[in-house]
Every structure is written in structure tokens, then in C-alpha cells.
């Protein structure tokens, strides 16, 4: 069983800054690509950023310039530092991980954070 728990969300005003965790917690062997996606309210759920195993970053175009992802030095942690912050960036944030539990690989999702950007 492998659980993803995100924080860091919340509200902050146009051109703030917040950065979202997600640590991977339970039994597997390694993980490979983890990711941020969110999904607004009446909107799909979309990725936001995401890195490989490699350190291999990939962020989608409504983030470049503001948005970071990066893993921690246990490898099962990922980050997301989200600058410049904009009304539009409002949404449930979700991380995803793509585990290798040593018998089957699987996609595992968090619960979800709220980011709120208000005027």
C-alpha cells in the first residue's frame, strides 16, 4: 500500500508564493516520475509539472517562469514551488507518483490541496 499526503496549500493574493509537498509513504521499491496535476472547479485535471527519477523536469506552459518542481534527497518526496502566483493558478492540486512496488508498477494519487488565489 502506498499513500501520497500533500500540504501546503492555501490562500495567498495575486503575485504571492506558495510551495506544495507530497511525500510517499508505505511499501514499495523505488519510484520513478512524480508529478503536480490540478483541477479547477467545472474544468479536467491537468498537468502542472512534473520529474523523473533522473531529475528530469517537464512544466506545462502555464507555469513556465513561475512554477519549480524538484524531488527531495530521499526520493520519495516532491516539490513544488509556485511563484507569481495568478486568480487563473486556483485549483485542487494533486501529486502523483508512478511506483514500482517491487511485484507491479502503478500510478498512485494524494488527496488534493486547495490553492486559492484572491484579489
Known amino acids: 500500500q502506498v499513500q501520497l499526503v500533500e500540504s501546503g496549500g492555501g490562500l495567498v493574493q495575486p503575485g504571492g508564493s506558495l510551495r506544495l509537498s507530497c511525500a510517499a509513504s508505505?511499501?514499495?521499491?523505488?519510484?520513478?516520475?512524480m508529478g503536480w496535476y490540478r483541477q479547477a472547479p467545472g474544468k479536467e485535471r491537468e498537468l502542472v509539472a512534473r520529474?523523473?527519477?533522473?531529475?528530469?523536469?517537464n512544466v506545462a506552459d502555464s507555469g513556465k517562469g513561475r512554477f519549480t518542481i524538484s524531488r527531495g534527497n530521499a526520493r520519495n518526496t516532491v516539490y513544488l514551488q509556485m511563484n507569481s502566483l495568478k486568480p487563473e493558478d486556483t485549483a485542487v492540486y494533486y501529486c502523483?507518483?508512478?511506483?514500482?512496488?517491487?511485484?507491479?508498477?502503478?500510478?498512485?494519487w494524494g488527496q488534493g490541496t486547495q490553492v486559492t488565489v484572491f484579489s
Open positions: 520529474i523523473t527519477s533522473g531529475g528530469t523536469t
Open positions: 508505505g511499501t514499495f521499491f523505488s519510484i520513478n516520475v
Open positions: 502523483k507518483a508512478n511506483v514500482w512496488t517491487g511485484a507491479v508498477r502503478d500510478d498512485y
